[in-house]
């Protein structure tokens, strides 16, 4: 059974950083694409990052030049690292793992950005 685990969430002023992690159990990591998503209330689900299992990486254009994606396959996990954060990045954010069958995704860790 796969399951993904994200923490690192907090509450932080704007400028600040934080670091997500997200640990997968129960597949084969290293083959598959990875992604962060995030949802603010009254939004819909957004991408935020993503990390194809050869390292290339994709961002959405709001969190461009800010936020990093990277993975870590000996560990099982995928990582977030949030700099210059800003109010609006306040969301719930999720680790996500597509495989051709399926499409699984963490519990979720809320990230508050104070102005």
């Known amino acids: 059974q796969v399951q993904l685990v994200e923490s690192g969430g907090g509450l932080v002023q704007a400028g600040g950083s934080l670091r997500l992690s997200c640990a997968g159990s129960g597949t084969i990591f290293s083959i598959y694409a990875l992604g962060w998503y995030r949802q603010a209330p009254g939004n819909q689900r957004e991408l935020v990052a993503a990390?194809?299992?050869?390292?290339?990486?994709n961002y959405a254009d709001s969190v461009k030049g800010r936020f990093t994606i990277s993975r870590d396959n000996r560990k099982n996990t995928v990582y977030l690292q949030m700099n210059s954060l800003k109010p609006e990045d306040t969301a719930v954010y999720y680790c996500?793992?597509?495989?051709?069958?399926?499409?699984?995704w963490g519990q979720g860790t809320q990230v508050t950005v104070s102005s």
């Open positions: 996500n793992l597509p495989t051709s069958r399926n499409t699984y």
């Open positions: 990390i194809t299992s050869a390292g290339n990486t």
